[in-house]
């Protein structure tokens, strides 16, 4: 079965530092997310990207996150300069976008920022 | 605004034994419902979803949940738990955005312990 692919699964950063996570996502899905889970707290929603452009964003998202889709496999995330509070799991997302598929995650990446 | 609530943080049942974990929501029209499952280390893995049609849904793993509008519930349940089933539980509640699935809402997750 195809799978949403994230690498790294763990990094480690300084404070201030810019990092850049990638997702892979199942090749014949068009909508694609990014969520975190901070330890011990709720998975939320960051950001949904269709059609090369974010289509919805939370609060949380804000001037430090970008995201990208530079070629027809990656989907990226940005943080430009991190904070030790974005410590988490980013976990990427992809759905077929037809009816009613569902969502399928990736197996996240463990930011921690030092 | 939507939410989800997990009431219970931690369950601890026998192998061999039923489940059932419950997830009530807060949505007003018909809400698209999931639970997912988190083995240590990895990454959210879709049991069974509703989104229109029988309340009762069957997933994976020999779990079912059923979707009761007037609770505004979507409990989960298995009918015997087996060790592997020891992980952490996230129920969550989707938006409709027309051609497809808007965000998810999460529940904080119910951390299930399985005794031999």
């Known amino acids: 079965e195809p799978e949403v692919t994230q690498t790294p699964s763990h990094q480690v950063t300084q404070m201030g530092q810019e990092v850049i996570l990638r997702c892979v996502p199942i090749?014949?899905?068009?909508?694609f997310y990014w969520y975190r889970q901070i330890l011990g707290q709720k998975v939320e929603f960051l950001v949904s990207?269709?059609?090369?452009?974010?289509?919805?964003k939370s609060e949380i998202f804000d001037d430090q996150f970008s995201v990208e889709r530079p070629d027809g496999s990656n989907f990226t995330l940005k943080i430009r300069s991190t904070k030790l509070e974005d410590s988490a799991m980013y976990f990427c997302?992809?759905?077929?976008?037809?009816?009613?598929?569902?969502?399928?995650f990736g197996n996240g990446t463990r930011l921690t920022v030092t | 605004a939507q939410s989800v609530t997990q009431p219970d943080i931690h369950i601890t049942v026998s192998e061999g034994a039923s489940l059932e974990l419950r997830c009530n929501y807060s949505?007003?029209?018909?809400?698209?419902l999931f639970w997912y499952v988190q083995s240590p280390g990895q990454g959210l893995q879709l049991l069974l979803k509703?989104?229109?049609?029988?309340?009762l849904v069957q997933g994976i793993k020999g779990f079912e949940a059923e979707f009761k509008r007037s609770q505004s519930s979507f409990n989960l349940r298995k009918p015997s738990v087996h060790w592997s089933d020891a992980a952490e539980y996230f129920c969550?509640?989707?938006?409709?955005?027309?051609?497809?699935?808007?965000?998810?809402?999460f529940g904080r997750g119910t951390q299930l312990t399985v005794w031999p």
């Open positions: 990207f269709y059609n090369n452009e974010i289509s919805e």
């Open positions: 969550a509640v989707g938006v409709d955005r027309g051609s497809t699935l808007g965000r998810l809402y």
């Open positions: 949505y007003g029209a018909t809400p698209y």
């Open positions: 090749s014949n899905h068009l909508y």
């Open positions: 997302a992809s759905i077929l976008g037809q009816g009613n598929s569902p969502l399928h």
């Open positions: 509703y989104f229109s049609g029988d309340t």
